[in-house]
């Protein structure tokens, strides 16, 4: 995903100096202008603006705050953009760090998978300060068509956890519905022509309902990386008091997926483990 919102930015024509672990990926961008750098601290040397697209928390905390990191190279009023699904916690900690370096810093994950990333119709949620949202909009409106700020330090990596909440537990709904038709000897396809156009209507089958009648799981959005952000959830559950307990059901499943050594799949691939029940 970093990837394609990198070459949106190009093609919107701003200057880009570029990392990644892989090296061999930055040099893909190099190709249409962007200039590779050796580590995240020569990125943050060299630019007024960083955005980061990672993994997941530990990775987000040794690229911002590491030995090499962007905290190490960033000058004073620089603006550091963690665009990566990380923990609300660790977000608020990172922008604090970064505060006391006079450097600023946002949390702006994405929803949209990789086909939002490419189209740059990304949904953008963005937590921080006023005007450090207004000196970022420009870039986010080249990479996502919904950019929302929705609040201070962490609130963007809240209201990721609650999107992710939303999808799973959809995913698992709609695998449960087209599993019980298809044991009813409904054609699927039918079923989901049916629920498309009804109060059941929802982005994940028009996202994703060619995976399922299809069972072609090449990853937009992976297993293992969606039950790495249900466990962010569920720890924002806990550290607000609110339970969630669908939420842990559906982390289970796609914990069993990856037992089964499917986390490299698309998370539509719940439906695998509902067909593999009901049989």
């Known amino acids: 995903?970093?990837?394609?919102?990198?070459?949106?930015?190009?093609?919107?024509?701003?200057?880009?100096?570029?990392?990644?672990r892989t090296r061999t990926k930055a040099e893909q961008l190099a190709q249409h202008g962007a200039r590779v750098a050796a580590s995240p601290r020569e990125v943050a040397q060299t630019s007024d603006v960083v955005i980061t697209m990672l993994p997941g928390p530990p990775e987000v905390e040794e690229v911002v705050a590491g030995e090499g990191g962007l905290l190490e190279g960033a000058a004073e009023g620089s603006l550091i953009v963690d665009m990566s699904t990380s923990s609300p916690l660790l977000a608020r900690q990172l922008a604090s760090m970064a505060r006391e370096r006079g450097v600023r810093?946002?949390?702006?994950?994405?929803?949209?998978?990789?086909?939002?990333?490419r189209d740059g119709t990304l949904s953008i949620m963005v937590g921080g300060e006023d005007e450090d949202?207004?000196?970022?909009?420009?870039?986010?409106?080249?990479?996502?068509?919904?950019?929302?700020?929705?609040?201070?330090?962490g609130a963007g990596q809240v209201v990721k956890a609650c999107n992710q909440i939303v999808v799973a537990l959809v995913i698992e709904a709609v695998a449960e519905a087209l599993v019980l038709g298809s044991k009813a000897g409904v054609a699927p396809d039918r079923v989901v022509e049916?629920?498309?156009?009804?109060?059941?209507?929802?982005?994940?089958?028009?996202?994703?309902?060619?995976?399922?009648?299809?069972?072609?799981?090449?990853?937009?959005?992976?297993?293992e990386y969606h039950r790495k952000d249900l466990g962010i959830a569920l720890a924002a559950g806990r550290e607000y008091g609110v339970t969630l307990p669908v939420t842990a059901l559906v982390e289970q499943m796609f914990g069993v997926l990856e037992a089964k050594g499917r986390g490299g799949w698309d998370h539509s691939a719940l439906l695998t483990l509902i067909e593999e029940g009901s049989r």
């Open 1 to 20: 995903m970093g990837a394609a919102m990198a070459g949106n930015l190009l093609e919107a024509e701003h200057e880009l100096v570029v990392h990644n």
């Open 194 to 223: 049916v629920l498309s156009g009804g109060l059941a209507s929802n982005r994940v089958l028009e996202v994703k309902g060619e995976k399922f009648l299809s069972h072609e799981f090449t990853p937009g959005g992976k297993v």
């Open 105 to 117: 810093m946002l949390d702006g994950p994405v929803s949209g998978g990789d086909v939002g990333a």
């Open 133 to 153: 949202f207004e000196r970022a909009r420009p870039l986010f409106e080249v990479m996502g068509e919904t950019v929302v700020h929705v609040g201070g330090a």
